[in-house]
């Protein structure tokens, strides 16, 4: 179930976060989500994913000298993969499956061509994937894409509408900046001018203005 916040981002109610102290422990934790995700056989993959997989990482920082702290979200997505029903042969469940998953993927592509023309209105709403992602499309992100291919000519339709994809995705133009609680962000401010005034006094960092007795 999705709920909306305060600030307008949506999540999934009731997830579970966890804390991480190293590379390995934040793995572990994808690799449990991932024993979890639907695979199906079909007449193209024998493990065939049934749905998109993300994983969110929230990495905090405290700058000690300066008392400045820092929050940034790392969102890793598996897009399942667009199917054409003749292909794949589903029937039943894992149908309605292959059609859910097409549907948010046009409803992906309609957000990134809504953003790259800058339209007023952006119909994140119009999937859940689209709701979650929200903040990693045309928020204060940097998105990286990669798109996989199929080498056979039997797949070259799906090759192009990749290719498609990629090309409208990489033309969004975001301008992220840093999260900073607003108290930390006036004082990096305030730092940053007292350091462009010392710079213009030719006044060295570190530098003692008082003679030595």
């Not at 572990?28 to 994983?55: C, I, P, Q, Y």
């Not at 199917?83 to 948010?104: C, Y």
């Not at 969004?172 to 401010?189: F, L, R, S, T």
Request: glycine share 6%; charged share 30%.
């Amino acid at each position: 179930e999705l709920k909306e916040s305060a600030s307008k981002l949506f999540f999934v109610k009731d997830l579970s976060m966890h804390d991480v102290d190293s590379t390995v422990a934040a793995m572990n934790l994808m690799e449990d989500g991932l024993t979890r995700r639907e695979v199906k056989s079909t007449d193209l993959n024998a493990d065939s994913s049934r749905s998109h997989s993300l994983f969110a990482v929230y990495v905090k920082t405290w700058d000690k000298e300066q008392d400045i702290r820092t929050e940034a979200k790392l969102n890793l997505v598996d897009l399942a993969g667009s199917e054409r029903s003749t292909k794949t042969g589903a029937t039943g469940d894992t149908l309605k499956e292959g059609n859910n998953i097409n549907l948010s993927l046009t409803a992906l592509g309609t957000v990134i061509d809504c953003l790259v023309k800058s339209k007023p209105h952006i119909p994140y709403r119009s999937s859940p994937l689209t709701m979650l992602l929200k903040d990693g499309l045309g928020g204060n992100s940097r998105t990286v894409i990669v798109g996989t291919l199929g080498p056979s000519e039997m797949n070259s339709h799906e090759t192009v509408s990749t290719l498609r994809f990629i090309d409208r995705a990489k033309q969004i133009k975001n301008k992220p900046k840093v999260q900073m609680d607003p108290k930390d962000a006036k004082i990096a401010e305030l730092l940053e001018e007292v350091a462009k005034l010392k710079k213009q006094l030719g006044i060295e960092e570190g530098h003692d203005d008082e003679d030595d007795d």
